[in-house]
């Protein structure tokens, strides 16, 4: 796990400082080891830098200020081969091949053995140097054969390419800058702008899906000509003329009609989560197990003392998260494993509040309690966290997935809007509902972030007006199952949304997350089960709890789906300083002439939906994002 970085200036060679300020900038990404690469005239020379290694330093000059056409830079945290044979930028043997790389591959053992038996030679125990080896035996077939997270970037000076590789479902953020004058990319969107050819802008089509799904769509970012690199992709560049194309290795496979019964589906499903919790609990530095009370992190647990009879466990307790403190504890005495829970109080939820908004690099609904989690996680030692994401997306676990047969059918009465008249905001409501034509549209109000009528009356005409308004470039398949909202919630919601999240806020602390319910083989398994057993409208993750039965107690297969989160309304209900911050920011807000502060104010003084809050939150960290990236 660590951080990438890198530019191509297509046309004239520019100063090392940039790599070297791009570094530095995810420095929480990688605080044991950092190098570079850097090409110009034809060659290429690798370089140490300041927080190398002794070892290292001792191998490499330590980069100064020259120029150059390509850099990459790199940021380790050693979780495999702690030795400096795990150093990046990798080298071929011949020095033609170049790679970074961020990530973990669990498969990386088994790929090996493969390419051995075809005479290739390993000098590291490293999963890095096993990638560069499949590249050079598979080429770009290679990535599929990946089984985990990886955001990739490799150099070939044979083929004269450079290609960026981003995994599956999107659980290593890539991102780049691209113009006329070159390619800038990296782990983190705050590393691009540390390069000269790269310049702050707001991109007003990627902010309107952020209000609109509590996340920018992928491939937007809210940062104009700054592109998150789409999961399961990977985009080549040539070096001779500079042409970019883009191809995907891997589609979500789509269900088969077949009669595998339910009970043969959780034997199988209990196989792999095996199989892929084995996998992941392999690494060179402790791991634990982060419990949030319910039934998909619980069940990691449960599996996991079979593998690492020394595994830990821990628990983060906010307010009124009583019940899923209980039972995490009460399932932690169930199956023997030592556990921890760690209380976070106000002053702590608060504390470093604008800071931790900030690190995030777009607008979002809420506080994000995984920055608690991971702070733990790194004081507590623990480098590597199994977390229970994924789950709610691979198996149905949302509540408002529920409410998807009830939607197909009262589609059919959308003919209705036009005859809505009246403006009050139950009619509203009303009137949103009956706009619902798609499942993509169903998807966005499921994510209960502003509507679109709403987002029209908050931004400035001038402004909205530029704003492209068709989303159907979004749109997946469209099937009128579950199987068409399951595509919806695995690209968006998950790749867009959550690991995207947890990155960051695991990296902050230099703690590296992992996700045993988004294996390859159990993604692709589940994927094509008949809908039936899948999704049954009433229960949400029902083949998840059949798989949970013979492990956990009754008590957390009973709780209902509640999720981890941070109840920010209460803070802005019962915190004076919740209330003052909020203020504070929405004052600042209203004098950039962006939104129209009569409806801001409107928000902010009636407060009386359940969740009006969340609007209101999404304009405050707007705010803090516009602080942070464009003004300092």
Excluded at 160 to 189: A, N, T
Excluded at 295 to 303: C, G, R, V
Excluded at 428 to 444: L, P
Aim: aromatic share 14%; charged share 25%; with cysteine.
């Amino acid at each position: 796990m660590c951080g990438i970085t890198g530019y191509y200036s297509f046309h004239k060679s520019i100063s090392s400082t940039n790599i070297l300020e791009m570094n530095q900038a995810i420095k929480h990404r990688g605080p044991d080891d950092e190098g570079f690469w850097l090409y110009s005239a034809d060659q290429g020379i690798s370089f140490s830098g300041n927080d190398s290694t002794q070892k290292i330093k001792e191998q490499f000059p330590v980069l100064q200020d020259i120029n150059s056409d390509i850099a990459l830079g790199f940021r380790r945290l050693s979780i495999i081969d702690l030795s400096e044979k795990g150093h990046q930028p990798m080298l071929s043997e011949n020095e033609q091949i170049i790679i970074t790389f961020n990530g973990e591959i669990y498969n990386f053992k088994k790929l090996r053995k493969e390419l051995e038996s075809l005479g290739y030679s390993f000098h590291s125990t490293s999963d890095t140097e096993v990638i560069l080896k499949a590249y050079q035996e598979w080429g770009n077939s290679a990535f599929a054969k990946l089984d985990g997270m990886f955001a990739i970037c490799i150099v070939d000076l044979i083929s004269q390419k450079l290609i960026l590789v981003r995994d599956r479902v999107g659980m290593k953020p890539l991102f780049y800058h691209h113009s006329k004058d070159g390619l800038v990319w990296g782990s983190e969107i705050k590393i691009l702008l540390k390069n000269e050819l790269v310049k702050a802008e707001i991109n007003w089509n990627g902010v309107y899906t952020n209000f609109l799904f509590q996340t920018t769509l992928a491939p937007q970012t809210c940062f104009q000509h700054i592109f998150s690199l789409e999961p399961a992709s990977f985009m080549t560049i040539d070096l001779k003329d500079y042409k970019i194309s883009k191809e995907k290795f891997w589609k979500l496979p789509s269900p088969l009609s077949n009669d595998i019964s339910e009970e043969e589906a959780v034997k199988k499903i209990d196989e792999l989560l095996s199989e892929s919790i084995s996998e992941q609990l392999y690494a060179d530095v402790p791991v634990a197990i982060m419990m949030s009370g319910g039934i998909d992190s619980t069940l990691i647990a449960s599996k996991s003392k079979s593998f690492n009879a020394n595994i830990n466990t821990y628990t983060i307790s906010y307010p009124f998260s009583e019940e899923e403190v209980k039972n995490a504890s009460l399932a932690a005495k169930h199956f023997g494993v030592p556990h921890e829970i760690k209380k976070v109080n106000d002053d702590e939820a608060l504390e470093d509040l604008k800071e931790n908004i900030q690190h995030f690099e777009e607008p979002y609904s809420s506080f994000e309690v995984l920055i608690n989690a991971a702070k733990y996680a790194h004081d507590k030692n623990f480098k590597v966290v199994l977390s229970g994401n994924g789950a709610d997306e691979l198996f149905a676990g949302y509540s408002h997935t529920l409410k998807l047969n009830k939607w197909l059918l009262m589609r059919n009465f959308n003919f209705v809007n036009p005859f809505i008249f009246t403006k009050d905001k139950f009619s509203q409501r009303v009137k949103n509902y009956f706009s619902q034509d798609h499942m993509f549209d169903f998807f966005r109000q499921s994510q209960i972030s502003m509507r679109p009528l709403e987002v029209k009356s908050l931004i400035n005409p001038d402004i909205y007006g530029k704003i492209d308004l068709h989303l159907s470039k979004y749109h997946l398949s469209e099937a009128k199952n579950y199987a068409g909202y399951f595509e919806y919630d695995m690209k968006y919601s998950l790749s867009s949304h959550h690991v995207f999240r947890d990155d960051l806020s695991a990296m902050k602390y230099s703690v590296e997350f992992r996700y045993p319910y988004l294996s390859n083989s159990l993604i692709d398994y589940v994927s094509v089960l008949p809908q039936n057993i899948r999704f049954n409208g009433v229960q949400n993750k029902p083949l998840l709890r059949k798989t949970a039965e013979k492990y956990l107690p009754q008590a957390v297969l009973n709780m209902p789906k509640k999720g981890f989160s941070f109840p920010v309304s209460h803070f802005i209900k019962n915190e004076k300083r919740v209330r003052d911050f909020i203020v504070e920011n929405l004052e600042s807000l209203k004098k950039r002439n962006f939104f129209n502060a009569a409806v801001i104010d409107e928000w902010w003084n009636h407060q009386e939906h359940e969740y009006d809050w969340v609007k209101i939150w999404q304009l405050v960290t707007f705010e803090l994002w516009y602080q942070k990236y464009f003004e300092e």
